[in-house]
């Protein structure tokens, strides 16, 4: 009996998987349409968008040129006795051709911004489809991947699976929306402005032949975004993974990481080194190193984003059988209730990873806040197995 509901379970998951990998390639078909597209509109966005910017000041232009006809056409009226009635009606003649040439230049001008503004709209609207389709992917596949495991997995410990089932959801979940928010990173940021660059290139190839100064200028900006953009890629690179961590190693990388978010947001940062010779002496695993930055980042990152905090106060202190990281907010702090930790949640998911990297490591984790007096969050690892004691206390 038990083996025949375990033929009809294996039936219901095949003919699921089945469903399911059909509509994953759907939502891919979908997704690779609107990228298509998206490509497509942003190309001509960026295109009418210079040319917008140059149009309104041809407009500027011929509109100061209108306004200086007429009042020549006035001083002529008014001074006509100094004038001929040739040089009159050529006057008047100049004036009304501005004045016809700036209404036809206004309705393209008007033209153009619609046809700018509707392509805006159109493009939040496919970054809004392709960030629906990502995520359907994404939940798609999650699901494909667990209902894929074998059977004998799934019937064995319900407890302990449901544990790492959810485990599971959240690593998968965590690397899409890793992988999703580097791609939207390089699109909105260096490939953007190396499309920009493309664009300005162009237009210095263009003005070379007629206005050398004007090139020149052109030139200036266009190194000064290529710097920017160059800038921007480092830190994207580094945020990352700091290359220093291999070259110069953990303290060192946190002083230029503290350092750095110091000169970008002007808050009083203070990092405080303790124990130095047993860092000196000790060759860390590159899982601990990496844990306790990128928690410092993380906890750094949520002070500045939500505490409004003036100062933030870093404790690094290295034992023989321990390394103790504190880092503290003087900032509005808030009610850990409200803030939902577990897996099952979904929210608070910069709290919920720190705990995750906490928990892969034989360590004790703890936030702790309090409105209006800030917040502490606490990271042990013990480099040694915890006594029985503690263990018998978890």
């Not at 993380?298 to 002070?303: D, G, P, R, T």
């Amino acid at each position: 009996m038990l083996k025949d509901n375990f033929k009809k379970l294996n039936t219901i998951i095949d003919n699921t998987k089945t469903s399911m990998t059909q509509s994953i390639e759907e939502v891919k078909e979908i997704s690779a349409f609107a990228s298509i597209d998206y490509s497509e509109s942003e190309a001509e966005y960026l295109r009418l968008k210079f040319e917008s910017e140059e149009f309104i000041k041809h407009v500027d232009d011929l509109k100061a040129s209108y306004i200086s006809a007429r009042k020549k056409l006035r001083n002529y009226n008014m001074n006509h006795h100094m004038h001929t009635e040739k040089e009159l009606e050529e006057q008047y003649k100049e004036a009304d051709r501005l004045r016809v040439l700036l209404v036809v230049e206004e309705q393209k001008e008007v033209a153009l911004r619609k046809r700018r503004n509707e392509l805006e709209v159109h493009l939040k609207a496919l970054r809004e489809m392709l960030s629906k389709t990502e995520r359907a992917r994404s939940n798609f596949e999650m699901a494909f991947s667990i209902i894929s495991g074998e059977l004998q997995k799934l019937t064995k410990d319900i407890g302990a699976f449901e544990n790492k089932e959810i485990w599971g959801m959240r690593v998968i979940e965590a690397e899409e929306n890793e992988r999703q928010r580097i791609a939207r990173d390089l699109h909105d940021g260096p490939a953007q402005s190396l499309t920009n660059l493309l664009i300005k290139t162009e237009v210095c190839l263009k003005l070379m032949e007629t206005d050398l100064d004007k090139t020149r200028k052109e030139m200036l900006v266009l190194k000064k975004n290529l710097k920017d953009t160059i800038n921007e890629t480092r830190t994207m690179i580094y945020n990352l993974r700091p290359m220093s961590i291999d070259d110069l190693g953990l303290v060192p990388t946190l002083e230029r990481y503290v350092e750095k978010v110091k000169d970008d947001t002007g808050l009083d940062v203070l990092l405080k080194v303790q124990g130095m010779k047993y860092y000196r002496n000790t060759l860390y695993e590159e899982s601990i190193v990496l844990t306790i930055f990128r928690i410092l980042q993380e906890s750094i990152s949520n002070s500045i984003k939500y505490s409004k905090c003036t100062k933030i106060e870093v404790t690094l202190s290295f034992l023989p059988d321990k390394i103790m990281l504190k880092i503290t907010d003087n900032g509005i702090g808030f009610v850990i209730d409200d803030v939902a930790l577990d897996l099952k949640a979904g929210s608070g998911f910069g709290i919920s990873m720190m705990k995750e990297r906490a928990n892969l490591l034989n360590s004790d984790f703890e936030i702790s806040s309090i409105e209006g007096k800030g917040t502490d969050v606490e990271l042990i690892i013990y480099l040694e197995k915890k006594s029985e004691e503690k263990d018998g206390k978890n």
